[in-house]
């Protein structure tokens, strides 16, 4: 079997055109490529939810800082588009970035409220990019929903509140971390730990597990020390939205030149 | 007859949805009401382009800087009412401002490339404000095309911009600028000339009227001086799209409390 690939929104439009006028609902999963089980887990779901999937990839330029690591994010279409097959996607979107950012393109989204703090205190460009691509990913695919997963779950709550407050017509769902054996969130930059930093790595969803559990948070930042990481961005406490309370742990933390973040829910039966 | 009013997004969705269900395509005439002629004619070009046309009223308070005149921009909502029976329209979208910026709304847009100088100069707010209610109006309503009046030169040219960039599916049409017998653009702010600033007010039109037809700019702020205005905030000589050239003609200037602003391009066969 072979993957339809559109890479322009032309292409795109067309083919959902055609699946609309069959009475055909559909879901996206935007991705950055490198999938693994984590997006595959989205497919998924979004099989159940929707007649039809499309998974979107593309690498962002707008939502790195210049020193963050554009270059070396893991590319893999061909491996992309295996998975894909296998997991039963209808379509991959995969537009160059002139489908993107064409020429004289110069409108930004400025998301508030849950884009403040936390990850944007670290990645202060970041959520203006990643509101600006959901959008445009949204008006040029027009899904009845899209799906992304808990462990960015601050993106989530920005990805929520400007599908809000700019009426796109479509829900947004998520789909809980999907961990390796020893707890560690799937992520596609996990392939940059060497066999010591891996080893490590595990200890960042230990210590906000503890804390989901009910232990206090103020020795987190030491626990991940000891543990290994170089240095701790930030372990926090949070209600769902995000605001002040206590239904979600969220953290990111640096090993070497690896960057990982992770969200724990307090209780698995609260997930939203 | 009577009009129906939508005053939330669900009523508006579901009117809307019905005439989709029916196969008909729908025009969009945004406006801030206190309506005239100059909207009048969108309206007529809707009824010709669409099946169904949708007039929404909305004085929009983040395009008006603390300083302006949102708390007297003229408000006629049974006026307004009584002109679009007569004129022929289907649905009135008039929404509270919760429909438009409900609780914990944080959601910005920056528009660049048209939105800078010219109006934006004098009027820092307003085209972030325009952006983000047409946007938001776009999403809300889902029109095939939305129609503008070439008045508003370079807000048209803003709404172009952010509709490409944000990939939104409608057409952005316009129509030629409706105007007194003296040659003053229709504007809702024309009510709050007195005899004396009505009567100097042509003087704007005659001018960039000059220019269009060939005249040298360089004068033209001294004339508008001589004609009676008391100050001129530009008169600038552009193409359709706002860069460098010679096809428009745009200029603002002030007589006492009352902002006026005008576009003539320079030649008819050439509107955008």
Redo the contacts between chains.
């Keep these: 079997m072979t993957l339809p690939i559109a890479r322009d929104?032309a292409t795109l439009?067309a083919t959902i055109a055609g699946w609309r006028d069959a009475g055909q609902s559909v879901a996206l999963v935007p991705t950055m490529g490198a999938l693994h089980a984590g997006h595959l887990a989205l497919l998924a779901r979004g099989r159940e939810l929707a007649d039809r999937v499309v998974t979107s990839i593309f690498v962002n330029p707008t939502q790195f800082a210049p020193t963050e690591d554009l270059a070396r994010y893991p590319r893999d279409e061909a491996g992309d588009v295996a998975a894909l097959v296998a997991a039963g996607c209808d379509l991959l979107y995969a537009p160059g970035p002139e489908a993107i950012y064409?020429p004289?393109?110069?409108?930004?989204?400025?998301?508030?409220?849950p884009a403040l703090g936390l990850e944007a205190a670290f990645r202060p460009q970041m959520y203006g990019g990643v509101?600006l691509v959901c959008?445009?990913l949204f008006?040029?695919c027009?899904p009845d929903l899209a799906i992304f997963g808990e462990k960015d779950w601050q993106q989530v709550q920005v990805v929520r509140?400007?599908v809000?407050?700019?009426?796109?017509?479509l829900r947004i769902m998520t789909v809980a971390t999907v961990r390796e054996a020893d707890g560690l969130a799937m992520s596609s930059r996990n392939r940059f730990l060497d066999a010591r930093a891996r080893a490590i790595a595990p200890a960042l969803y230990r210590v906000l597990s503890g804390i989901a559990e009910g232990r206090a948070p103020v020795r987190a930042e030491a626990e991940l020390l000891e543990a290994g990481f170089d240095s701790v961005d930030y372990v926090a406490l949070r209600r769902r939205d995000l605001s002040p309370g206590g239904e979600v742990v969220l953290g990111a933390a640096r090993l070497g030149a690896v960057r990982l973040i992770d969200a724990v829910p307090v209780s698995a039966g609260e997930r939203g």
Excluded: E, S
């Design positions: 929104v439009r064409p004289g393109f110069c409108t930004a989204i400025l998301p508030g409220g509101a959008t445009k008006t040029q027009g509140r400007v809000a407050d700019l009426d796109l017509p």
